[in-house]
């Protein structure tokens, strides 16, 4: 089962459950990466707002590049 959750205003939050998808895994790692991807994408589109964005995924940089977060 896929679960998204989003802000609705003065209502609280809602929740949505949606069934899990068919025929994964393939057995192509990457093909079920970009399935996964693309569900994810799609719900941040919807609600970007209510997206995890001050997680700072790429607070390393490789020595002498600039970082991401200034």
């Known amino acids: 089962m ?3 959750a989003y802000r609705d205003g003065e209502k609280g939050s809602v929740i949505e459950f ?3 998808l068919e025929n994964y ?3 192509d790692d990457v093909a ?3 399935r996964w991807t693309d569900w994810l994408e799609e719900k941040i589109r919807l609600h970007p707002a209510d997206y995890l964005w ?3 995924r790429f607070k390393t940089r ?3 590049e600039p970082g991401f977060y200034k």
């Open 54 to 56: 001050m997680h700072k």
């Open 2 to 4: 896929l679960l998204s």
């Open 62 to 64: 490789p020595k002498g």
């Open 32 to 34: 079920d990466t970009q």
């Open 25 to 27: 895994p393939t057995g």
């Open 18 to 20: 949606e069934p899990v």
